[in-house]
């Protein structure tokens, strides 16, 4: 049990840190155009702090989705970055938010290394990590996401927010 843990927080520490920094440059970005606003601390409307606030917006935007894949990621290789992904974004739309996106990128993982367990003829071998995998299993995980656990994951956020 210990060293399943051990390997849960490897798997987690890995999106995390690949994650970071898209919410420092994104977070500092969108930072600096709010507090140069004349208009006071709100988003600016117009200008160019309102594309220096509108690429801040997109590196916040995508750290959830960043979390997931990396986690799928570590857990399953490449294969698992655009099922991790796309789980991730899909959690976050919901507003299932930062553990929705850790959830489907677990989920993702997990998905593909037992996708990747089954053994492929020689002539979809080549196929299977860029195009079957990748299909499969963000077929499998955004269905556990979307008519699953994104809506009282979502829940659980918006209980956590209030």
Known sequence: MKEQLK?????????????????????????????LNPAGAATPETGWLAGLAQIGLGGLTLFVPVLGGYIAYSIADKPGLAPGMIGA?????????FLGGMAAGLIAGVVVKELKRIKLPISLKTLGSIFIYPLVSTLVTGGIIVWGIGGPIAAIMNGLTN
């Open 89 to 97: 974004y899909l959690a976050k739309e919901m507003g299932a938010g």
């Open 7 to 35: 390997i849960l927080k490897k798997h987690i520490l890995t999106g995390t840190s690949h994650m970071i920094p898209f919410i420092v440059a994104g977070g500092i970005l969108f930072s600096l155009a709010v507090m």
